[in-house]
Nanobody, 125 residues
Framework: QVQLVESGGGLVQAGGSLRLSCAASGRTFSRYAMGWFRQRRGQEREFVAVISWNGSTLNGADSAQGRFTISRDNAKNTVYLQMNSLKPEDTGVYYC??????????????????WGKGILVTVSS
């Protein structure tokens, strides 16, 4: 079992930055792929980014534009999402997830083994 707890969300002005953290406990964190999804109001949950146990990454649309960066610290059992140049449309609930498998599963299915409860990010205009 893996427990995931997100932190670092809140209210920020457009153009600002936030860094989300996700602390993991339970099974061997370092062997899991870790990632982030988000759900904006009225929309389905969408993939943001994933990082493998050894640091390989896959990014969603916004991450691909260079605004979001995922990283992890296996010594601290923590994964991060650095979000820059935030826009009001980034407002939503951000979820941390973990899965033994890294790769297209994250993009194609969104069916990960473990989930955090989510944290709200609000970007004001």
């Amino acid at each position: 079992q893996v427990q995931l707890v997100e932190s670092g969300g809140g209210l920020v002005q457009a153009g600002g930055s936030l860094r989300l953290s996700c602390a993991a406990s339970g099974r061997t964190f370092s062997r899991y792929a870790m990632g982030w999804f988000r759900q904006r109001r009225g929309q389905e949950r969408e993939f943001v980014a994933v990082i493998s146990w050894n640091g390989s990454t896959l990014n969603g649309a916004d991450s691909a534009q260079g605004r979001f960066t995922i990283s992890r610290d296996n010594a601290k059992n923590t994964v991060y999402l650095q979000m820059n140049s935030l826009k009001p449309e980034d407002t939503g609930v951000y979820y941390c997830a973990a899965d033994p498998i890294y790769g297209s599963k994250w993009i194609l299915t969104g069916s990960m083994d473990y989930w955090g409860k989510g944290i709200l990010v609000t970007v004001s205009s």
